[in-house]
């Protein structure tokens, strides 16, 4: 029976439903520290795709559509429509997020699955089952991983931040004062921005052509957390949108976000920011 996705209390627990079963799918094909036993094939452009991926993406267009018939759809790995830029509503998700990593049998990928209304993400799950998390979130009701709330990184300085960045940014960004804690960079976008939410890293930088299906979860986790994801124009993100690439993303706890857009702007323009001794 389909659930009203305006009762975002009780949407979310079938939203986690769905996500937990597609990963079950996913996770047929998947095989630890090898090759996946997913055929694959690529894509105009280069980019991998499974088996699997194109298995959990009829899987979750069956499902969201038995639960949200009235919503549009966007997907990677589905044909586009501009039909879904006239509905309210629409469900944005990500079959595989992260699919070159699950091909070689890196855990680090998830399926991504967000509720937009009036291009506002009101609830959002990213589901990495080969690491047993489950990021869970729902307008006004908070962020969870795996059950327990989450509350982004409380630090109110630059100072010693651990930071998810391109690798091009490692040299500006080690020059600067701050003295930045440069960590490992997850091949899954949607797990980088949910680390943040969870207090795992202080800031994500990530470069630009991202996806709306690859931060729309993610987003609202975010904002439950308490922290902010944007472009560098510092706007929240709007979804359904006929253009969906990204610019360069800032993801950071509310009191950062400023004084990371400044830098970040520095650094992208090659900038040498601040050296330790406080020249230029």
Do not use: C
């Amino acid at each position: 029976m389909p659930v009203d996705p305006l009762d975002v209390v009780n949407f979310l627990p079938h939203l986690e439903k769905v996500a937990r079963s597609a990963g079950d799918i996913a996770l047929r094909f998947f095989n630890p520290g090898e090759r996946t036993s997913a055929v694959v094939s690529y894509k105009i452009g280069g980019s991998p795709v499974t088996e699997a991926d194109l298995l959990v993406d009829r899987f979750l267009v069956q499902e969201m559509r038995r639960l949200t018939p009235q919503a549009a759809w966007l997907s990677e790995e589905s044909t586009d429509s501009d039909v879904r830029l006239t509905n309210h509503q629409l469900i944005i998700v990500d079959p595989i997020d992260g699919t070159t990593a699950f091909a070689r049998g890196d855990s680090r990928w998830a399926i991504s699955i967000a509720y937009i209304v009036a291009g506002q993400p009101i609830a959002g799950v990213v589901h990495a089952p080969a690491l047993d998390e489950t990021f869970t979130a729902a307008v006004g009701q908070g962020a969870f991983l795996n059950g327990r709330q989450l509350v982004a990184s409380g630090r109110n300085t630059l100072a010693s931040a651990a930071i998810v960045a391109p690798k091009s940014m490692h040299p500006a960004l080690q020059r600067t004062v701050h003295n930045f804690i440069l960590a490992p960079r997850a091949p899954s976008l949607a797990l980088r921005l949910a680390d943040v939410a969870a207090g795992r890293h202080d800031l994500v930088i990530a470069a630009p052509n991202s996806r709306d299906w690859d931060i729309a979860a993610a987003d609202i986790i975010l904002r439950e957390a308490g922290s902010f994801l944007s472009e560098l124009d510092e706007a929240p993100l709007v979804y359904n949108r006929a253009r969906v690439t990204r610019g360069m993303l800032i993801a950071a706890p509310a009191p950062l976000f400023n004084e990371t857009r400044a830098l970040v702007i520095a650094a992208s323009e090659g900038d040498p920011i601040y050296d330790a001794d406080g020249g230029k």
